[in-house]
Structures are given as structure tokens and as C-alpha cells.
């Protein structure tokens, strides 16, 4: 300050630099605090979340002791209840006990009797085992004797196996033969007369050569393809006036008895009676049909 008592602008610098050096000085001071407060802060968060965690598994703890304490107390009830059910099933049982001890007792002399017994038993199985260890002794020295009555007595049952098998295919054979001619006698006499069926026959053998020699030509055909006599097939459709020669074919196929696939004189002759009169109930029921209209 001067003599008259004014403040010079360095004294007010040098004032102001002091307040704000000092003011500067006391808030670092007080950032420094803050910082402590601030990490205190922290640090007392932490230890509050690890005191909330503690606090929650103690809860949880407690909760599982809890349900334990309660469990142990319902397995303590059902073991009292247990151990009373097992008193009574015992008063209730001693009787029963008392039954079966008997019961053991005459068993047990039961058994001891079916023990001596088997003692005896094993004696008389000792004395038979004997016996027939004397008895297989005997049976060696005499074998060869059996052996050979075996061997006869073998080959005079073969003889008549043999025998009565011969018999039996032959008597198998005839009604074979025999029930095989009177179907063809039978299939033939209903459609024609001896001297066609004789023709026919005649026909069929020639065709059936000529089948067998066609497939061993052609040994690469289907073995599935259909076979008939040209000869055979052609005198059938000429003797019952039948034109359409692939319709006929395929309805005669249907009266392939033996399913060998080929059409015998026999089958066609009665495919050819069936659809002459099919034809003609074809025709009646057009003709009908028409005249109705």
C-alpha cells in the first residue's frame, strides 16, 4: 500500500496469486479426500456385496437345513411308524412262528427218514451197479454173437422196407396212370367223338415233338412263353368257324389245366365250345338290345 492508503495493482496480484495458491492447495487437499472417500466408498461396496452373497447363501443354507431338518423329521415319523407297524406284525407273527417251528421239527424228522432211506437206496444202487458192471462183462465176451443177430435182424427189415416201398410206388403208380387216363377219357368224350379224339392225339404227339425240338432250337427264349400246335390250333378254329385267332388264343389260355403253358387239342377244344357260345350270348343280348331301341 502506498502512503495514502491505496492498494497497488502488484500488491492485489500478489494477494490474489496467495488466496488462489491457497485455495488450489485446499482443493487438492479436498480432490485427495474425495478420492479417499471415493476408494472407501468402493471398498465398502465390495464388502457389502460380499456381506449380501454371505447373507444369501447363509439364507440358502438355512433353507436346506431347514428342508433336512424337516425331512429327517418325516423319516423319523415313518420309522416310529415302521418300528410300531413291526411291534404289531410280531405280536401278530409269534404265533405263526411258533406253527412253523413245528412245522420244522417234523420235517426235520421228515427228512431224516428220507435220508436212511436214500442210504438204502445207494446200497441197492452199489449192489446194481455191481450187477451190471458183471452183466457188460458177460455182454463183451458175447458181443460178436449179438452183433451178428443185429446185422440180420437189420437186413430182414430193409428187405421188407424195400419190398413194401416197391409195392406201395407201384400200386401209387397204376392209380396215377389210371386217374390220369379217366380225366383225359372224360375231357375228351364231352366235346368230341372217338375218331376226332383219335386225330387229335395223333396231332398232339407230332406238335408236342416239334415243341421240344423249336425249344431246344431256341434255347434262348423266355421259358414263360405260351406254346400251342399250329396244325392242332388251325383245325379247332376251321371245325367251330372261329376267325379272330389272337382273341381265341388269349381266352383259351384260361383253360390251361395242367398250367404247363401249352395249349393241349384237349384244352383248345373246350376254349373253342366256351367261346362259340360266349359269341353267341353276345350276340342274342346285342340283337335284344336293338330290337328294344
Known amino acids: ?58 439364507e440358502i443354507e438355512k433353507e436346506g437345513l431347514q428342508a433336512l431338518l424337516a425331512e429327517k423329521d418325516a423319516r423319523m415319523r415313518d420309522i416310529e411308524l ?45 449192489l446194481a451197479v455191481v450187477e451190471l458192471q458183471s452183466r457188460d462183462g458177460w455182454y463183451m465176451e458175447h458181443m460178436s454173437l449179438f452183433e451178428d443177430l443185429n446185422k440180420a435182424i437189420k437186413l430182414r427189415y430193409e428187405m421188407i422196407e424195400k419190398a413194401v416201398e416197391a409195392e406201395r410206388e407201384s400200386q401209387h403208380m397204376n392209380r396215377a396212370i389210371t386217374d390220369r387216363m379217366d380225366e383225359l377219357v372224360e375231357a375228351r368224350a364231352a366235346e368230341m367223338t372217338l375218331e376226332e379224339a383219335s386225330e387229335i392225339d395223333a396231332t398232339e404227339s407230332a406238335s408236342v415233338a416239334e415243341a ?57 377244344g373246350a376254349a373253342a365250345a366256351e367261346f362259340i357260345a360266349q359269341n353267341q350270348s353276345e350276340e342274342s343280348s346285342a340283337e335284344d338290345t336293338s330290337e328294344d331301341q
Open 1 to 58: 500500500m502506498s502512503e495514502n492508503g491505496t492498494i497497488t495493482p502488484e500488491t492485489q496480484i500478489k494477494d490474489l496469486t496467495e488466496r488462489l495458491e491457497s485455495e488450489t492447495e485446499r482443493l487438492l487437499k479436498l480432490y485427495a479426500a474425495y478420492e479417499q472417500q471415493e476408494k472407501e466408498l468402493l471398498d465398502t461396496k465390495a464388502e457389502v456385496e460380499v456381506l449380501e452373497k454371505e447373507i444369501v447363501d447363509r
Open 82 to 126: 415302521k418300528a410300531s407297524k413291526t411291534g404289531k406284525q410280531v405280536e401278530h407273527l409269534e404265533p405263526e412262528l411258533q406253527k412253523m417251528e413245528e412245522k420244522f421239527a417234523r420235517e426235520k424228522d421228515r427228512l431224516g427218514k428220507v435220508f436212511s432211506i436214500a442210504e438204502e437206496l445207494d446200497n441197492d444202487l452199489r
Open 212 to 268: 421240344t425240338e423249336e425249344a431246344g432250337d431256341d434255347g434262348d427264349e423266355e421259358d414263360d412263353e405260351w406254346k400251342w400246335s399250329e396244325s392242332v390250333l388251325e383245325g379247332v378254329m376251321s371245325k367251330n368257324g372261329i376267325t379272330d385267332r389272337d382273341a381265341f388264343i388269349e381266352f383259351a389260355k384260361l383253360y390251361d389245366m395242367d398250367g404247363n403253358r401249352y395249349l393241349k387239342g384237349s384244352e383248345l
